[in-house]
Structure formats: C-alpha cells, structure tokens
C-alpha cells in the first residue's frame, strides 16, 4: 500500500470520480471530475478504470508528501508543479518516493489539475461514488463532503496495472482559443431570432462566477419570449438564461431541477474544455447536431479503449 | 425530457409515477437516471448503448395505454412530527398577522390536510409539498436567510417543505421537525420519495426533545 499525506491545502482540492447516479430522483447533485477527459487520460495513463478516484486540484494551493514510494500520473492543467523543487511536467507517469514533496502553486495554462494513483485513490463511496460534493455534504475522504487537509492520509495500490506514456497529439493546448459546441434544444425557439443570432456570432466572457454548480457568461443579453417555466430536470452542461439574459452552463454539482428557459446542452467534450477556462476567458459557441456529437463522442471514447 | 403536462396540478402526481414505473422496466440497466418534477419527467438513459430513435420508441411502447397509480400506490405516506413556534419558526407571528388568524388557526390549517410531494430537488431529500390552504400561503421572504436549520418546516406561496440539510432559504419558517430527512446509512437515503403524502402533525416541546429535535432558537429576522 502506497500512501500520500496532505501537508498543505486551501481545501478546494478534492477526490472526484465519475459521479454519482441513480439518485437525482432524491435531489442528490451528479458531482464527478469536471474535466473528465483530463482524469480518463490520468487514469488511463496507470491502466485505472477510466473513471477511478482521483485529486481535482482547482488552481494549485495544494502540498502532497509521500508516505511511501508509489506511482502517479498528472493532467490536466500546469499548475507548476515540483516534485522536491524539480518542476513536474503534466501529462506523465512518475514515480515517488518516500518523504518526497508533490507542490501545486499557480496555474500557468488551464485551471484543474488531475493527481491519479496506481488503482485509484481509495475511498469509501457515498451514495454509490466517492465524489466530493462540497455543498451536499456528500463524498470525499470521510464522506462528508470536505475537500482534502492538511493531515489526511491517502492510500493506493504499490503498483500500478500499467505505465503507459501520452500521446502526444492528445495533450490539449488550453491557450488555444475556446470554441464550445451546443447542442441546441430545450426553450431556444422561444428566444428572439436575434438573441439566437448573438449567441453564435458574438464572443462570450466567462465570469469570476463560475465553479463546480454552474459556470456563468457575460456578453449580449438574451431574451426569451415563452411563458415563465414550471421547474423541470436539468440534464449536465444545460445552458440556462435567467432573466438578465447571461447564460448559465450548468456543471456536475448543478441543482438537480430548476425553472429557468434552457437553450440546450454544451457537449460532453465542450464541458471538460470550460472546465479548463479562467475567468476573463473569451469562448465561442458553435451549435452542432444530436448525430454529429455522438459520433465525435464515440470516437473520443475509442482512444482509451483497451 | 417528457412533458406530460402543461399545468401544476395533484392529479398529475399518479400519472407520472406511472410513467416512471413503465420507464425503469423498459430502460432497466440502461436507465441513469429518472429525474420526476411537476409536469415532466426527465429520462437520462445510457446513450452509448441506445440511439436518440431506439429510446423514443422504447419511451412509445412503456407509455402505451398509460393508467395512473392508485393513490395507495403511488407512495408511501408518513405523518411528520413538527414542533410549531416562534423560536424555531420566526415568520410563524407574521404569517398569522398576514392570514388574519390566529398562530394555533395556522397550525390547524398546516396539519388539516395531506400534502403530495411533487418532486425533490433543492438539496438531498426537500421535497417541494403542496398545495396548503391558500389563507396560509406566502410569498417568500424578500431577502433568503444565509442559514436555515436543520429541520425547518417552511412555506413558499402554496408550497411546503421541511429543510433536510443546514441550508440558505427564502421559505417563510413556521416550526421545525425533528425527523432525519436525510441520511446517508438509511436505506434509499431520502425520507420523502415523489409520490409520497405527508400528514405534518402537530407536537409540543417535550416531544419534540424527544424526538431527537435540536430547539436551538433563531433570530425572529433574516
């Protein structure tokens, strides 16, 4: 058994899985890692099931120590990591050894760091998954909902099934400029023909309001024309207008139902890139059909198959 | 999303836990999720193993010849014990003033009828109740409380709910109940399922202590 204290943390890192499912019905939020492509490939790198247990590290504020030798794997953002000093480059398998220190300072390119471990970081799972759901009290280390501090222990596997090296062409570029696909649905014909025009054609901004629950955008505001709506589920990366006319991307700590008009759903991989913006980002949207999603989704998924 | 219906109304309630039966027989393993609320029913189905035009034919055969449940059948129904006062439901007076009743009238009126729940949401285990007696109903408080206690019996217009979890909230509070609502060792968690019925019943303070409520007052203002 391998081990990791927490020396140091702001106690926004946390331990996401793949969510939690089968109990929105209650009221329950779907939680998971916010840029799941980001924790498949970590998980992946290690031979994990895809959606294993692993560290959300939101923009750094987080010293890790070994406890043991083990191995890791980091994606996701730079968040200038060091290992004893020596800077850590995302998108690799490393080894640790015992006593070494694993530090996240600030984000140079992206904002959320993924940590997996040789068999995923264990946990006992709340409500059929360990996923940290701050506002719930739900998940987590001891299943309350907290994010990790300082002097929790974190064990995995002394081993890991694999050590495979990344695909180069597969590590993103989050300088690269924002383009997020929507698929269009819900209320959108009841807003005005303009607003559906801005909203393809303008640039958005992305808001200091923006976290796990729900991610918001300035830019021209949109107007909905239909009747007030009796408040009804709301699927993952739903964009919702309330009335000052700034959309609202919905993540996976959203409310589980709600009233505002919705102009459809952000697509899986468009979720896991916003997970990735910062504030001040300027992101495009770019509408794209139900078959054409699922056959990009499908051949995301084929990357990682075994 | 399946809309059913256009309008918020109880005798919607055995028509979409109907549905909701017929939808996780047909989905079974493929079903994620099956979220109910007023007037609809949103079905997250597993989309790698089932195209959009497989799961609305799946949705058109579940549905054919759709009969609502018996109301016995819908749900469980439970009598939820609630300790109704002032210190721990500070808009009670007000609310009272505002029907043009006594506070006992307004308790009478809160316990004289079973409330369906509609649908959960909000945080785990609030089942949105309704609808109370209009002469009780209010809008919600202009300004939400950071903090609602655990256990707070509220009502919003026509609705009415008990707050599970410590929770911000713009419920106007009438008392507090001293039942877990949710817990997380429970088996199925919630204490309230959409469906359910709820009797609130009316206890004094004693009762309530020992019941395991938590008396703990609050400001009578936000």
């Known amino acids: ?306 | 999303m399946l809309r059913l219906f256009d309008v918020i109304d109880e005798a919607n309630i055995p028509w979409l836990m109907a549905a909701a039966e017929r939808l996780h027989t047909a989905f079974g393993a493929q079903l994620i999720d099956l979220v109910p609320s007023y007037t609809t029913l949103m079905l997250h189905y597993d989309g790698l193993q089932l195209s959009e035009a497989q799961a609305s034919e799946r949705v058109l055969q579940a549905l054919k010849g759709l009969q609502p449940l018996a109301i016995n059948d819908s749900g469980r129904r439970h009598e939820l014990p609630v300790w109704y006062h002032p210190s721990v439901g500070p808009d009670l007076e007000a609310l009272a003033q505002r029907a043009g009743c006594t506070v006992e009238q307004v308790v009478d009126r809160h316990c004289s009828r079973d409330y369906p729940v509609f649908t959960l949401g909000f945080t785990p285990g609030f089942g949105y109740m309704g609808l109370v007696d209009p002469s009780i109903a209010a809008p919600r408080l202009a300004t939400p409380r950071q903090r609602v206690p655990q256990g707070s019996v509220g009502i919003a217009e026509r609705q009415t709910a008990v707050y599970p979890l410590v929770s911000p909230g713009g419920w106007n509070l009438i008392g507090r109940c001293p039942l877990a609502l949710f817990d997380r060792e429970r088996d199925g968690y919630s204490l309230l399922k959409p469906g359910d019925r709820v009797r609130f019943v009316s206890v004094d303070h004693a009762e309530f202590l020992r019941l395991g409520g938590d008396d703990a007052s609050m400001e009578p203002n936000p």
């Open chain 1, 1 to 306: 058994m391998s081990m990791l204290r927490v020396e140091h943390s702001l106690g926004f890192a946390q331990l996401q899985d793949g969510g939690r499912f089968g109990v929105r019905h209650l009221g329950v939020t779907q939680g998971g890692a916010l840029d799941w492509i980001a924790q498949h490939w970590a998980n992946w790198l290690l031979g994990n099931p895809l959606d294993a247990c692993v560290i959300e590290i939101p923009l750094g504020g987080l010293t890790l120590k070994a406890e043991a030798d083990g191995w890791l794997a980091l994606t996701g953002a730079d968040l200038d990591a060091k290992l004893d000093q020596q800077p850590l480059r995302p998108w690799q398998v490393f080894a640790i050894r015992s006593g070494q220190q694993l530090t996240f300072t600030q984000p140079r390119s992206g904002v959320r760091a993924y940590l997996a471990a040789a068999g995923g970081f264990k946990a006992n799972p709340v409500l059929g998954a360990v996923a940290t759901v701050m506002r719930e009290g739900l998940g987590g280390l001891h299943g309350d909902g907290k994010g990790l501090k300082p002097g929790n222990q974190l064990t995995y596997s002394a081993q890991p099934a694999v050590s495979r090296k990344m695909p180069s062409e597969a590590i993103p570029d989050y300088k690269s400029p924002v383009t997020l696909q929507l698929l269009v649905g819900a209320q959108s014909s009841q807003f005005s023909g303009d607003s559906l025009f801005q909203l393809f054609n303008q640039h958005w901004t992305l808001d200091q309001r923006a976290d796990r629950m729900g991610m918001r955008l300035t830019g021209p505001e949109l107007r909905y024309q239909g009747e007030p709506l009796i408040s009804e589920g709301i699927p993952l990366g739903a964009v919702q207008v309330p009335p000052d006319g700034q959309p609202i991307v919905l993540m996976n700590d959203r409310q589980t139902i709600g009233g505002y008009p919705r102009l459809g759903a952000l697509t899986p991989s468009s979720l896991a890139r916003l997970a990735q913006c910062a504030p001040g980002q300027k992101i495009h949207l770019q509408p794209i059909s139900q078959a054409q999603a699922r056959q990009d989704h499908l051949a995301l998924l084929a990357r990682w198959e075994p």
